[in-house]
């Protein structure tokens, strides 16, 4: 057999519809962490706390057992700051960070219940950051594409209810933030 056709008739056979084929939605809420790069241009000392609740809404279809792809809406909370820029005082400084992902997204089931996951995509995100700089409101929007990507693990209820556990990074140009999640999964 030819490479052309062994690698078209692999591609069909990933991608042909078939009886296990299905859409899925799902929510999901856990802890995320978005690194201190973010305040670079914000502030050149002081305290930062990037920690804080994070969730994320998406929807996505399976090609199958093993492969699909995913897209969701994910908000990453809020990071917090403060401190000095070049010497002047920085107070009450916020960044909310959220954006939209589209992923490819592999699946190995490892019992009748339980599979494994992971991902790879692109993160389209935006963050605005305010704070008081010299006692007067400072607020700027950044936007950016980026990688992100993922593991996780979904147990099955039978029928079309699924609880997932996953870890995702995403980058926001200099910096990476981390969302540890757990939610419910509904295939259809």
Not at 17 to 34: E, L, M, T, V
Request: with cysteine; glycine share 14%.
């Amino acid at each position: 057999m030819k490479p052309g056709t062994a690698f078209a008739a692999c591609a069909l056979a990933l991608c042909a519809p078939s009886a296990s084929a299905q859409s899925f939605i799902g929510a999901a809420i856990g802890r995320s962490d978005i690194g201190n790069g973010v305040t670079k241009d914000l502030i050149t000392s002081g305290t930062y706390d990037g920690v804080d609740t994070g969730f994320k809404i998406y929807s996505g279809y399976l090609f199958g057992r093993h492969f699909g792809f995913e897209g969701a809406y994910v908000d990453l909370g809020e990071a917090r700051y403060s401190g000095t820029f070049a010497g002047v005082p920085v107070t009450g400084g916020k960044v909310d960070a959220s954006g939209y992902t589209i992923s490819a997204l592999l699946s190995y089931p490892v019992g009748a219940e339980l599979s494994v996951f992971g991902k790879l995509g692109l993160f389209a995100w935006e963050w605005t950051a305010s704070d008081m700089t010299a006692g007067r409101p400072f607020e700027t929007i950044e936007r950016g594409n980026d990688l992100a990507f993922g593991a996780g693990a979904a147990y099955h209820f039978g029928g079309h209810l699924a609880v997932r556990a996953e870890w995702e990074r995403f980058k926001l140009d200099d910096t990476d933030a981390d969302l540890l999640s757990v939610g419910i999964l509904w295939r259809f």
